[in-house]
Nanobody
Framework: VQLQAFGGGLVQAGDSLRLSCAASGRTFSRYAMGWLRQAPGKEREFVAAITRSGLSSYYSDSVKGRLTISRDNAKNTVILQMNSLKPEDTAVYYC???????????????????WGQGTQVTVSS
């Protein structure tokens, strides 16, 4: 599966941003999907993930309550709605796909087979 992320940009603290990820192929619903991010000088970290059906989603503690992941299997898309953004949310955000159904449950960076090119999110204070 090929992934392409859209929607990054420069916003102020407290603003909202919506990231979209378009996936190619007819087997999109077979993949658990996740958003991971990497800030300058830091390791990649888990942000949010959603199961293949879209019925369950998981979040890191740092974004819980502010970010929402969703998917539309008919349109091969994954959305990350980002509200109440903070400067510490500044990072490159990657759309990822995993062939492991359990990947969203783990809250880990590993286990994702496919990565998009990343989109920059910058939150100014």
């Amino acid at each position: 599966v090929q992934l392409q992320a859209f929607g990054g940009g420069l916003v102020q603290a407290g603003d909202s941003l919506r990231l979209s990820c378009a996936a190619s192929g007819r087997t999109f619903s077979r993949y658990a999907m996740g958003w991971l991010r990497q800030a300058p000088g830091k390791e990649r970290e888990f942000v949010a993930a959603i199961t293949r059906s879209g019925l369950s989603s998981y979040y890191s503690d740092s974004v819980k309550g502010r970010l929402t992941i969703s998917r539309d299997n008919a349109k091969n898309t994954v959305i990350l709605q980002m509200n109440s953004l903070k400067p510490e949310d500044t990072a490159v955000y990657y759309c990822t796909a995993s062939s492991l159904p359990s990947a969203p449950h783990t809250g880990r960076v590993d286990g994702y087979d496919y990565w998009g090119q990343g989109t920059q999110v910058t939150v100014s204070s």
